[in-house]
């Protein structure tokens, strides 16, 4: 049974830090890309950033570069996403996203509040 299971969302106040977990179990983690995405309310999904599966190069978002950092842990089977000088902007749910081919798992989410 495939799962993705987020955690450390919360409330952070605007310049703030939250770092995301998403633990990963029922499929071979190590091939998967995995990604965060997320949905701000009113908006559509949209990606935030991406991590390969092999070289683990990284990708993101013009609007999360140099504040946003993905990362892998394959013992751990864990993608992160650390978050720094987050802004109101910021807040949405955050979802974890394992793909490869045709496979594609999704987490329940996290939700991230930006708010003073």
């Known amino acids: 049974q495939v799962q993705l299971v987020e955690s450390g969302g919360g409330l952070v106040q605007p310049g703030g830090s939250l770092r995301l977990s998403c633990a990963a179990s029922?499929?071979?983690?190590?091939?998967?890309?995995m990604r965060w995405y997320r949905q701000a309310p009113g908006k559509e999904r949209e990606l935030v950033a991406h991590?390969?599966?092999?070289?683990?190069?990284?990708s993101y978002v013009d609007f999360v570069k140099g504040r946003f950092t993905i990362s892998r842990d394959n013992a751990k089977n864990t993608v992160y996403l650390q978050m720094n000088n987050l802004n109101t902007e910021s807040t949405a749910v955050y979802y974890c996203?394992?793909?490869?081919?045709?496979?594609?798992?999704w987490g329940q989410g996290a939700q991230v509040t930006v708010s003073s």
């Open positions: 991590i390969s599966s092999g070289s683990g190069a990284r």
């Open positions: 996203n394992a793909v490869r081919g045709v496979g594609n798992f």
């Open positions: 029922g499929f071979t983690f190590t091939t998967y890309a």
